[in-house]
């Protein structure tokens, strides 16, 4: 996509844009032919090893390593973030050293108390859902693998107990959570407001947790609080059909604003509903024609082509039904989302934007000094709002020759070890099988290891167009091992029960930090 000329750029959004979606029967499709990269797998999995090796001797069962100075952080409550963030990539890279330390480590983890206020949200992703992963990979397609000791039945308690303990959160007018907590004992923060990703990215987990256990209280109480985000009112909270704004009211569920996009704050609620569908089609169809409707809205109304480079595409973000040209590197799961939803409901429409919105996001990679993408970026769009208009500014002075060539400026050069455009690679090359997705992730990950690697692991760095990287912010996130590490390997690593299928055949979602939850019926089914 990357030659399409202008014309040839509106004449593809005239064709995704042209018939409505509505879900097929499943036709049978063959799966693409994947080809392994034994020696770049091997290569990923010996960076999970010295990161993990830095953090075991220097921070477990502290959070986060901080590599430079071989200290710790405990940012996600002091449980051992890292440890259970790595849990399901060592299951699938088949570090056994690793999985028995973690499966020692999970039954100690006391869950019941912090000195910090508690995110809902990421204690649902990071922990509950890294404990899920590891709950079904190991009494699944790694049941021959791990020898199961009284510690696999400690993964399902301890998510158990944590959601116990997490579950005050729902008890608002509404049912919409509080996403800040205290424990010991658990109590509520006391917000007026949460964020659609806030209130709409548990519904995965939760619902497993009840599917996993038999006690529907936990699927039920996500369930409820997301009932809100699926009908949105009042009008205001949905500018474009399918697409919403970001706050939504404890005491009764109504949206107080209208401001949103496909970045942070908003992301993960975009990316569950088709998620849910395919976790299982019976019960989550809503989900489903909600995707659809949001999919149906980004390409009609969002999708925006760089002045510089028409051959780009990104979505937009709204302010109302404003349009802003500003996204993230957050973002940029976009892609990988419409590719899978175009898989799931056999509409090759959405894949072929997705594969287009990797594209837009591979950009960013390829033309910083580092060869990583930054944080936050921008561009101008003279076809949907006029040029210079307030929100259509053009780029800094500094960055326009750099704009020029690259269709986008940074505002935010940052990188923080964030998976996203690897994500999208992953899946770009799942449903394709074209090599060339096999070579981009390679070429990410060489960058991201050429430049933050430092001391005993990786660390964020500042400034993704600065040769080096501009100096490092001696942070390695959890997210590290969970998102980028395993999808940096899976898509050079063997075919298995856990990888992305793209002919129907999934036993397995990944829930959005790349924890792999296992499907509801166990296999993909219509
Ligand atoms: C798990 O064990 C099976 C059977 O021994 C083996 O074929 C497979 O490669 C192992 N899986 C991993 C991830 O090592
Ligand atoms: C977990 O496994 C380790 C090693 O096998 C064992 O020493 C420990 O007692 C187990 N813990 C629990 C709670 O079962
Ligand atoms: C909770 O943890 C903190 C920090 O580790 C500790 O100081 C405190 O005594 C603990 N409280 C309880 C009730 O365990
Ligand atoms: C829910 O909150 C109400 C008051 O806001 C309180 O009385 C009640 O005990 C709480 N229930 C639970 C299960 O925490
Ligand atoms: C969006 O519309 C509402 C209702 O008309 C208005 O109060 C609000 O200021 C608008 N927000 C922005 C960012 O324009
Ligand atoms: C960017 O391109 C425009 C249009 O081709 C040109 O007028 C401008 O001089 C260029 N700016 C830089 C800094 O290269
Ligand atoms: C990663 O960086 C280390 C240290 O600089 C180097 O030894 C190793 O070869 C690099 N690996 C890859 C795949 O580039």
Known sequence: MRSLSVRGAAALLLALTGSSAVAAPHQSRAAPRYVTNRQRADA????????????????????????VTNGYADDRNGWGASAVDAFSTALVMGKWDVVGQILAYVPTINFDNTTDSVSLFETTIRYLGGLLAAHDLITGPLSDNVSKTANVTAILTQAKRLADNLKVAFNTTSGVPDNNLYFNPPRRGGSDTNGIATIGTLVLEWTRLSDLTGDPQYGALAQKGESYLLSPSPALGQPFPGLLGTNVRLSDGQFVDGNGGWGGGDDSFYEYLIKM????????????????????????????????RPDLTYLAMWQNTTLRFTSQHLACFNGGNFILGGLTLDEPRYTRFGLALVDGCHDT???TATGIGPEIFSWQDASLVPLNAPNNPGPPAAQAAFYNASGFWIDNGAYVLRPEVLESYYYAYRATGDPKYQDWAWAAFQAINATCR???GYSDIKDVNKPGGGGFDDFQESFWFAEVLKYSYLIHAEDAPWQVKADHTNQFVFNTEAHPIRVAGGQERA
Do not use: C, E, M, N
Request: glycine residues 4%.
């Open 365 to 367: 990679y390829t033309s």
């Open 454 to 456: 430092v001391g005993s």
């Open 277 to 308: 569908y395919l976790y299982d089609p019976q019960r989550f169809a809503k989900y489903r024609d909600r995707w659809v409707a949001a999919a149906d809205s980004s390409i009609k109304y969002l999708a925006s082509h760089p002045t510089t």
């Open 44 to 67: 990923v999995k010996d960076a999970f090893q010295v990161s993990w090796d830095g953090y075991y001797k220097y921070a477990f069962p502290h959070d986060s390593l901080r590599p």
